[in-house]
């Protein structure tokens, strides 16, 4: 897994990174270590992911969205046929609760070609093993990346009932969702997005993420370039419709290939040590409750729209008559070894606590026309630290609707401030103990 400095040479791409990063490694995590996962693994990158995003939901959405790359199993629905197809050379034994997925990539291949329309494939590493497969598929009108894999959601399905749940089109951008309960108790979700969800590059990403009632998810992506990251697009959409790539996720063939997905390994953590785990934080509904009590008085501001999905982060949308804004939020204990980096010079203030304040004016960075992005980035003595940002538009990705943010940089600077945020984290830390 790649391993980045505190330099951001990703320009912003961290989301893509890091379902390329899960896709590679999913195969020896479970969803419910998410926060061991990140803390152990990524949490430099996850800390410049919300410095970047600041507030708006982007750390806990991207992660949720993008989360398990490739996924599949469960009490799986509808078979197209494919299971007779797998290669098999006897029963094998069940993997070693936390070794890596050691399944053949011929065998997930065969249930991929058995459940998608003829066309001619070129399957990366097929003499390997591992939990997913990938290849580039072509039926003649132009070649196309497609990926599947296999992991446990975890000891419960609560964490992976997120990854088939449709995104907030305020964060990430798509041009059509569906989720629904399957009959036998799974869960399914079809996403017909981008890979840059700003749409800068119009490569398509189109995926079908299955949850099964025993705990597995099954995750297909297709895009309409020969890889995801390709710029060089070789057709207008991907290759399967949205009703086929429900077909390849509920495909009785993925069955006997999960029963090979291992239980991973109980998350060590340390009190105090490197790897100890997050620092629980308030639901996303908390967040925005406390938000909109601490909304500025007097200037008409309704609430029109609201999300987040927790993890210390949360958004409203905004107008006072003039236009739709985007305010978001986030809130973050011990985030004291970022201090040399983001919070010293002379743009740089401190309250009579010794809390740093660093008010901050840039435009947008999701692609929509005139957006611009003011923030308050506030950090205590302690670490803990509270980001408040506004955008003069609904969301980053879509034109803005005013000249300006409905919030001031003042306003902005007095609701990072408010001792509201830390009391709401000491009491989401005090209810998880």
Known sequence: MPQHGEHDPTNGRFEEELGAALRRTGESFAVDDRRELVHGGLVRGRRRLVRRRVATVGGALALAVIGVGGVYGGSLLGSSGGAEQVSAAGPKPLPRQGEPAQIPVADLAAVLKANTPAGEWRIDNPDGVGHSVLGVYDDGKGKAAVSV??????????????????????????????????????RLMVIQGYEYPDKRVETKNWRAV????????????????PSEKDSAISRENPPFDPAQLKALVTAEGWRPLLRQVPEPQPAKTKPGGSHAALPPEPSADQIQATLTSLLPKGQGLKVVGKGGQGSGGGYLVVDDGKGR????????????DIRAELFSGGDVTSTA???????????????????????????????????????????QHE?????EPALTTEQLKTIALSPKWRQLSEKAAGNAG
């Open 353 to 395: 606590d010794g809390t740093r304040v660093k008010l901050t004016k840039q435009p947008g960075e999701k692609g929509g026309a005139g957006v611009v992005w003011w923030s308050a980035d506030t950090l205590a003595v302690d670490g803990f630290r509270v980001v408040v940002s506004a955008f003069n538009s609904a969301a």
């Open 210 to 225: 299955l949850l099964t009632k025993d705990g597995f998810l099954i995750d297909a992506s297709e895009y309409n370039a």
């Open 325 to 336: 804004s985007l305010v978001g939020i986030n809130v973050q204990p011990r985030m004291d």
């Open 399 to 403: 034109a803005a609707t005013r000249a």
């Open 149 to 186: 894999g296999l992991y446990r959601a975890g000891k419960t399905n609560e964490t992976g009932v997120g990854q088939v749940t449709c995104p907030d089109e305020a964060v990430v951008p798509y041009d059509d969702c569906t989720s629904e309960r399957l009959p036998g108790g799974g």
